[in-house]
């Protein structure tokens, strides 16, 4: 069987990380893949993963959506491009993930899909698939009964001065109508709210649990990072891992949780900073992106807790990852976050009560062999590769019976004709 997996980046951020190990999965069970990714050019020595994305016409989407609301409305060089692999490769099967990202003009490749009815999964990774022009409904409950003057409009994908939130609405829905080959896949928090939009009531939904590679992410030894750090011998250590400038993860909570726990004795490290390195607490280690993934699992390592600020999250591959290497979490009571582990090993609190926060990040014990290894050992059972890939190898064949039922029937059709 023949796939074609399209997402905005590849092996780069949570959906690309996804896509690349649905890439190795879906190879792995024998099938011919190809992943198509248009953000930005990646270094990847691979034929079968392919940039379609135009530089220059991905610059024009942003100011068209930041200036007239044309969010997922142009890249239209990208996307002919785009077309025009699916032309040459024709799949079987497509998988969509993030449809946002100023990279694809989502309402072609849709039409596109439709027309040739190709078989089609669709990640929600968030909310977008059933929202206007927005990645989360945060406390906004518009898309029960259609998006109109957003509430959000100056956050991403922002738009500074027109409001296109029910154009784009529209579209989805116009899109959406008559596609019965297309299934919706997610986690389970996901999937129940989207099962009660406007714009997939009705449709055909699959649940699933995010996974991690828990080769990479388990207890690595951090003594020489934590001297580097220069955290004092006996300090709880917290970590975020999430840039300032994305709105979406709520660094700025950290940080003030930071500022209240600075007679505690507790560090707080904050891996893919981009914020303003002036003012920064004494108790505040401020850390660039890392991109490599072992020395990614020494700073979860480092940890005694993981912080999760995130306003608006699915299930936070960052939150799984902490987990593989056996830290526990504690965040804000919001969307799936609270979803992804027990009470032993997760602490939720009031949405943005910072003081809460604060007080739950003081309440966590320092970290033990035997807890790190409890922790690890739930997400082995839950979030791992090996874990999930029982429910993915299940999905994987409805799909290929979907696609051979589907072309035995064409086949007799075409003989009756």
């Known amino acids: 069987m023949k796939f074609a997996l399209i997402n905005v980046y590849y092996q780069f951020g949570s959906t690309g990380k996804g896509i690349k190990k649905n890439y190795i999965r879906l190879k792995k069970l024998g099938h011919e893949v190809k992943v198509f990714y248009g953000a930005e050019r990646q270094d990847v020595d691979d034929p079968n993963v392919i940039y379609f994305g135009v530089p220059f016409s991905r610059a024009i989407h942003l100011l068209g959506c930041k200036c007239f609301g044309l969010e997922g409305s142009l890249s239209?060089?990208?996307?002919?491009?785009?077309?025009?692999?699916?032309?040459?490769?024709?799949?079987?099967?497509?998988?969509?993930?993030?449809?946002?990202?100023?990279?694809?003009?989502?309402?072609?490749?849709?039409?596109?899909?439709?027309?040739?009815?190709i078989l089609t999964v669709y990640s929600m990774v968030d909310e977008y698939p059933f929202l206007g022009k927005c990645c989360s409904s945060f406390e906004c409950?518009?898309?029960?009964t259609g998006c109109h003057h957003c509430e959000h409009l100056k956050e991403y994908p922002e738009s500074y001065f027109f409001d296109?939130?029910?154009?784009?609405?529209?579209?989805?829905?116009?899109?959406?109508?008559?596609?019965?080959?297309?299934?919706?896949?997610?986690?389970?928090?996901?999937?129940?709210?989207a099962s009660k939009s406007m714009l997939l009531k009705g449709k055909e939904f699959a649940t699933t649990d995010s996974s991690v590679d828990m080769n990479i992410f388990y207890p690595r030894d951090t003594n020489k990072l934590r001297k580097d750090l220069s955290i004092p011998e006996g300090a709880k250590v917290a970590l975020l891992c999430?840039?300032?400038?994305?709105?979406?993860?709520?660094?700025?909570?950290?940080?003030?949780?930071?500022?209240?726990?600075?007679?505690?004795?507790?560090?707080?490290?904050?891996?893919?900073f981009d914020g303003d390195r002036s003012e920064l607490p004494k108790n505040f280690r401020a850390v660039g992106f890392v991109s490599n993934q072992d020395r990614?699992?020494?700073?979860?390592?480092?940890?005694?807790?993981?912080?999760?600020?995130?306003?608006?999250?699915?299930?936070?591959?960052?939150?799984?990852?902490?987990?593989?290497?056996?830290?526990?979490?504690?965040?804000?009571n919001i969307s799936g976050v609270p979803f992804i582990a027990p009470n032993e090993f997760g602490t939720f609190v009031e949405p943005f009560n910072v003081e809460q926060l604060a007080q739950a990040i003081r309440s966590v014990p320092h970290k033990t062999e035997e807890s790190v290894a409890a922790c690890r050992a739930y997400a082995i059972s839950r979030f791992s590769i090996e874990a999930t890939d029982t429910k993915h190898r299940e999905f994987i064949e409805y799909l290929v019976s979907r696609v051979e039922k589907t072309t035995k029937e064409n086949q007799i059709l075409a003989d009756q004709i």
Not at 301 to 321: F, G, H, I, M, R
Request: overall charge positive; aromatic content about 16%.
């Open 76 to 117: 239209n060089i990208a996307t002919s491009k785009l077309l025009r692999y699916l032309d040459d490769y024709k799949p079987d099967v497509v998988w969509l993930s993030g449809m946002h990202g100023f990279y694809l003009n989502w309402n072609r490749l849709f039409a596109y899909i439709k027309k040739k009815r």
């Open 141 to 144: 409950e518009k898309y029960l």
């Open 164 to 193: 296109n939130s029910k154009r784009i609405f529209d579209k989805k829905r116009k899109a959406y109508e008559g596609w019965d080959d297309i299934i919706f896949r997610s986690a389970p928090y996901v999937v129940d709210k």
């Open 242 to 272: 999430a840039a300032n400038s994305n709105v979406y993860k709520g660094a700025e909570y950290f940080m003030e949780a930071a500022n209240l726990c600075t007679d505690d004795n507790i560090v707080f490290v904050q891996v893919s």
């Open 296 to 332: 990614l699992a020494e700073y979860y390592s480092l940890a005694d807790v993981y912080v999760c600020t995130s306003k608006s999250d699915a299930q936070p591959n960052a939150c799984l990852e902490a987990l593989g290497c056996g830290i526990p979490i504690v965040g804000f």
